[in-house]
């Protein structure tokens, strides 16, 4: 076929193709990808046990580490949400539990959850494990800051459970940690533990900026020949966009955290104004608690699209494979994660429309968030898109998908409610609050997780999971986590407050104790239901099936190793070339329905593929 | 079954659950009716678009469900589509904020006429002050509370010597009379929050902030702090009993005010010194 393209101009690229060694063949100019400008990484190979699974160099090993160690944490949020259930649904059963150990575990489900459990998820187990193999790369460009990176991570995860031990017990200031009540009596673990905590999330935030430089400049130096950024896989463009978010918005916590650290050891008063306890004035005088809420959502608005993006990016990878179809509108998409990055920084005030900050910020601050509302409607559009003339399988990885499409659709639309300013003044600090994050920021990206989970294990393990577990997983955990939250949105507009240890009384109230009883169940029944895909796992690594290479018939090159499960450098002797983006999946005219990144445009002359 | 079938009977449970559910807003005693309207919009506007998404994804799932040979269509892009379901979003978001922010303009803009309210909060309380005769709070100051200053009152300034005491949780409001809240606290974050009147504020140590509303409906309702203060926030109520004109007066006339309570202290000082010498 070649035969008929060759030309005396596809000779041009030749000379330089020898030069980096890739290929001494003749290949039409259709075929010609820009020769790399750089020699090769040289690797660091493991010598010892030690260094090829505990203090391990290598991208891949890390970030399976970074996942056990986040899903570890996970598993402390998630059995301090059950204890906060059993306290809300069945108060008579926790009689061991007081008002300061609910609030210790508010503080540390919350805490786990959003920065310990999906930050160091997303980013340090998917961005570590498939950057590299994603973008064509042998490992990511500084491997020894990577693992210590890692190593980082693990001491902060330490520090962190270590101040379940200590005297006075973990913080229960709630995951905010809004002085001045942090660090006064009167909130449990206001001393040894609320220092803990501040001192672990600055040894995240250290470790993380370690694992954020090489996620950003591996995407954009170490990229393979012709993977331009527009070829990129959309789980690579959502991982970078937040890793770009992070490097930006972890400094303000950062800071919070030392400023408040100051005021707790030094009586600084970068956040402590004249304060009156117990019939005496403290030492403080002048600071201003609303400062550190400006700070914290500073990063804490960026963050929740720092869970976000990944999974935006990792879902519309998987629809696009599993329903064989293009991703719909690849370009709004990548522009749409970008877009979703840079307003991510303009709206942190929505979370303070009743903290007392100057009302008028409020016109600009809904403004804003409502504007954001736009890309993120057009990447649901195109999700649903992409499944729409599609050839959908529906398989366990897809069942996540559209779970994910339902829960994060749901989720979002109530985020317009509290977008919208004046709506926010009733339902803010309500239980509508606690359904909304949850099911947008919790259920959502956990679906995705778990999709990522069963799609990409057969890659990581060589096995493939079983589907029948699989599936009882699925329906378990989305029909439950979709009747913990839906219902609980009334509660919210019932009146009720989140952080209440207890009802009391109020009529409204003692309206809401039957669905409480029935969330607290639901509860029970989906966190235990997270033990199938444990038990899963370790079926499949003792019994399970081989996975053949490349077992969805996908595209991007990290089904393209040259062993399964890919061994360190990833690509054997020769990286490959891409020539196309990872979405050529049922091109008319080609035999199978999906091109591999790798295919030359010679190798498939007579498809109708859009040139990407 | 078939997934598409328990994903729409999801859709449909939760249209059902939200017409007939028992859980919703408790009655409104306050001008705010706008924005219980607005959220009433933004579930027609909202839980529409939810509805449509998920039944178009579940009309994919059964209608494209994978068959061996069959080729799913191969269009990358669509840039008509892409700009039609851009502005139709937009103008859809802007017909929510719109209201969203003219109801806002509302609540920041108090109206000329509204009593002010001093609540005072601390872990686990609340007290409230209203104008004297002047119709003017005095200034005060956390470093001057005592025993006989509850409110931390400037001694010297004028306005605050008929300032009126209500050392109790609970405050009496005049009925279909705009009222402005002055919250602060003197020690964390707090916030007093009453669902039937659906508005809420920080209170804030170091600082005063505020926020208003017209009560129109007598009665007593119960007050929460809606701002996570400490091992007591759950447990730190209060109340507002709402009356007419003539039992909100013949209320106010019973109350101290701040001249009285010094005078009250200054007396006990003196009978105290008294019998000290006895």
Redesign the interface.
């Known amino acids: 076929m070649s035969d008929e393209y060759d030309n005396n101009k596809s000779y041009q690229a030749q000379s330089s193709e020898v030069m980096d060694g890739s290929t001494g063949s003749v290949s039409p100019d259709i075929d010609y990808v820009r020769p790399s400008e750089v020699g090769e990484q040289e690797l660091y190979h493991p010598h010892s046990f030690i260094e090829k699974w505990v203090f391990c160099q290598d991208a891949k090993v890390i970030g399976v580490q970074y996942f056990l160690t986040a899903v570890f944490t996970g598993v402390v949020g998630l059995i301090l949400s059950w204890l906060m259930r059993l306290q809300l649904g069945f108060p008579e059963l926790a009689g061991f539990m007081t ?2 150990h609910y ?1 210790q575990f508010v503080t540390m489900h919350g805490m786990i959850m959003v920065v310990y459990f999906l930050t160091a998820l997303f980013l340090g187990g998917f961005g570590n494990y498939l950057i590299p193999l994603m973008v064509g790369a042998r490992d990511m460009v500084f491997p020894y800051v990577n693992m210590l990176s890692f190593w980082m991570f693990f001491v902060a995860v330490a520090v962190l459970m270590a101040s379940f031990f200590v005297p006075g017990g973990p913080t ?3 995951w905010t940690l ?1 002085p ?2 942090t660090i ?1 009596e ?3 673990g206001a001393g040894m533990g609320i220092l803990l905590m501040l001192i672990s999330l600055s040894l995240f935030v250290i470790g993380f900026t370690m694992g954020g430089l090489n996620y950003m400049i591996t995407i954009l130096q170490a990229r393979t020949r012709g993977m331009t950024l527009m070829r990129m896989p959309l789980t690579v463009w959502g991982i970078f966009t937040a890793t770009v978010l992070a490097m930006l918005a972890f400094p303000a916590l950062l800071v919070s955290a030392i400023m408040m650290t100051l005021d707790k050891v030094l009586q600084t008063s970068f956040f402590m ?5 117990a019939g005496e ?1 403290l030492e403080y005088g ?5 400062l550190f809420q400006h700070l914290f959502w500073f990063f804490g608005h960026p963050e929740v699209y720092i869970v976000a993006l990944p999974a935006f990016g990792i879902v519309s990878d998987l629809i696009s494979v599993h ?4 991703i ?5 998409m990548v522009w749409a994660i970008v877009g979703i990055g840079a307003l991510s920084f303009f709206v942190w005030a929505h979370h303070m429309y ?3 900050m100057n ?2 910020f ?2 600009f601050f ?2 804003t968030t ?2 954001i ?2 890309p993120t ?2 990447k ?2 195109n999700w ?2 992409t ?8 398989n366990v990885v897809m ?1 996540w998908c ?1 779970g994910f ?2 829960t994060f ?2 989720g979002g ?2 985020g ?2 509290l977008g ?4 926010d ?6 239980y509508f609050v606690i359904a909304h994050f949850h099911m947008v920021m919790g259920i959502a990206p956990l679906m995705v997780i778990m999709g990522a989970v069963y799609h990409w294990f057969p890659l990581v393990a060589g096995k493939m999971l079983d589907e029948g577990l699989g599936k009882w997983h699925f ?1 378990i955990t989305f ?1 439950g986590a ?1 009747s913990i939250y ?2 609980m949105h ?2 919210g ?3 009720v ?8 009384d ?1 009529p ?1 109230m003692t ?2 104790v039957g ?1 409480n009883e029935f969330i607290s169940i639901a509860a029970f029944i989906v966190g235990a239901a997270q033990f199938i895909l444990i038990f899963n796992i370790i079926k499949t690594l003792k019994t399970g099936k081989k996975a053949e290479q490349n077992p969805w018939k996908a595209n991007s090159l990290e089904w393209y190793t040259s062993t399964v499960p890919p061994e360190h450098g990833n690509f054997g002797d020769r990286l490959p070339v891409v020539h196309r983006w990872p ?1 050529d ?4 005219g080609a035999k199978e ?1 999906y091109i591999p990144q790798t295919t030359a445009p010679s190798e498939v002359i007579h498809t ?1 593929v ?1 040139k ?1 | 079954m078939h ?1 598409g079938i ?2 729409l009977l ?2 449909i449970g ?1 249209i059902l ?1 939200h017409i007939f ?6 009655d409104i005693a306050s001008n ?1 009716k ?3 309207d ?2 009433t919009l ?1 579930f027609w506007v ?2 529409g ?2 509805v449509a ?2 039944l ?2 579940i009309y ?2 059964f209608r ?4 061996e040979g ?9 840039k008509k ?2 700009k039609i ?2 502005w139709a ?2 103008l859809g ?2 017909a ?2 719109a209201p ?2 003219i ?3 509302q ?2 803009n108090v109206p000329k006429n509204a009593i002010e309210v001093d609540v005072m909060a ?2 686990w309380g609340w007290q409230y002050r209203l104008p004297g005769k002047d119709g003017k709070l005095g200034t005060t100051q ?2 001057n ?1 005592a025993d006989n200053n509850p409110f931390g009152i400037n001694p010297d300034d004028p306005f605050g010597k008929d300032d009126i005491m209500v050392e109790s949780d609970v405050i009496n409001l005049e009925n279909n009379r705009p009222v402005k809240i002055l ?1 602060r606290s ?4 707090h ?1 007093w ?1 009453v ?2 009147f ?10 005063v ?1 505020f926020y208003w509303f017209e009560p129109n409906k007598v009665g007593e309702y ?1 007050v ?12 730190m ?1 209060g109340g507002v009993e709402v009356q007419d004109k003539a039992d909100y007066e013949a209320w106010l006339g019973e109350q101290e005010t701040f001249e009285q309570l010094s005078a009250r202290y200054e007396k006990l000082n003196v009978d105290g010194n008294k019998l000290a010498k006895k």
Not at chain 2, 64 to 67: N, R, V
């Open positions: 008002a300061e609030y229960g200031a709630g809004y001045p009540q006064l009167g909130t449990p104004p004249t304060i009156l306890k004035v002048g600071g201003s608690p609303i329903a064989r179809k293009n719909f509108g690849y370009r709004m009743v903290s007392g009302p008028w409020g016109f809904a403004t409502l504007i509302a736009v409607a057009m649901v559009y649903i898109l499944l729409w003339r599609g050839n959908i399988r529906i069942l559209l499409i339902v659709v749901n639309i109530t317009i409610f919208n300013v004046s709506v003044v009733p339902l803010s600090d309500t329906w029909l979709y839906f219902p009334y509660l507009f019932i009146g407050p989140r952080r209440y240890f207890e009802m009391y109020s409204y309206s809401a669905m979405y999946f049922s091109v008319p329905d109708e859009e990407t | 997934a328990i994903f999801v859709i939760s659950f559910t028992p859980w919703y807003w408790t705010w706008g924005m219980d607005t959220i933004t909202g839980g678009v939810f998404v998920c178009f994804m994919c799932v494209y469900q994978h068959k069959r080729r799913a269509e191969y269009k990358p892009e669509d589509l892409e379901l851009t979003t937009t978001v802007a929510l904020l969203g922010l109801i806002w303009n609540y920041v601390w872990q956390v470093r509370i919250l003197v020690d964390v974050l916030n929050y669902p039937q659906r508005a809420k504020m920080d209170a804030v140590p170091g600082t902030t119960e929460l702090c809606a701002e996570y203060c400490g091992v007591g926030h759950y447990a109520r």
